[in-house]
C-alpha cells in the first residue's frame, strides 16, 4: 500500500504561481508514471500533466507553458509547477501514481481569484 500526500495548494490572484507537492511513502520509481490530475464540481476528472518512469512529460493542451511537472525521486517526491494561473484552474488537484495498482492522493485545494 503507498501512500500519496499533496501539499502546496492555496488561495492566489490570477497571473500568480503555486507549487504542489506530492510525496509518496514508497518509491516513485517503481510506479510507470506519476501523475497530477484535477477535477471541479459537476466536471470529470482530468489529466493536467504526467511524467513517466524514464522521465518523459505531457501536459493537458490548457495547462501547456505554463505548467510543469518534475520529480525528485530520492525523495519520492513529484511536483507541478504551476504559473501564470487562471481562474479556469481553480480546481482540486489529485496526485496519482499509476502501477500495478493505481493510487491517488487526497487532493489539494487551488483557487484563483480574478
Known amino acids: 500500500q503507498v501512500q500519496l500526500v499533496e501539499s502546496g495548494g492555496g488561495l492566489v490572484q490570477a497571473g500568480g504561481s503555486l507549487r504542489l507537492s506530492c510525496a509518496a511513502s514508497?518509491?516513485?520509481?517503481?510506479?510507470?508514471?506519476m501523475g497530477w490530475y484535477r477535477q471541479s464540481p459537476e466536471k470529470q476528472r482530468e489529466l493536467v500533466a504526467r511524467?513517466?518512469?524514464?522521465?518523459?512529460?505531457n501536459y493537458a493542451d490548457s495547462v501547456k507553458g505554463r505548467f510543469t511537472i518534475s520529480r525528485a525521486i530520492a525523495k519520492n517526491t513529484v511536483y507541478l509547477q504551476m504559473n501564470s494561473l487562471k481562474p479556469e484552474d481553480t480546481s482540486i488537484y489529485y496526485c496519482?501514481?499509476?502501477?500495478?495498482?493505481?493510487?491517488w492522493g487526497q487532493g489539494t485545494q487551488v483557487t484563483v481569484s480574478t
Open positions: 511524467i513517466s518512469r524514464g522521465g518523459f512529460t
Open positions: 514508497g518509491s516513485i520509481f517503481s510506479f510507470n508514471a
Open positions: 496519482n501514481a499509476n502501477g500495478t495498482v493505481v493510487y
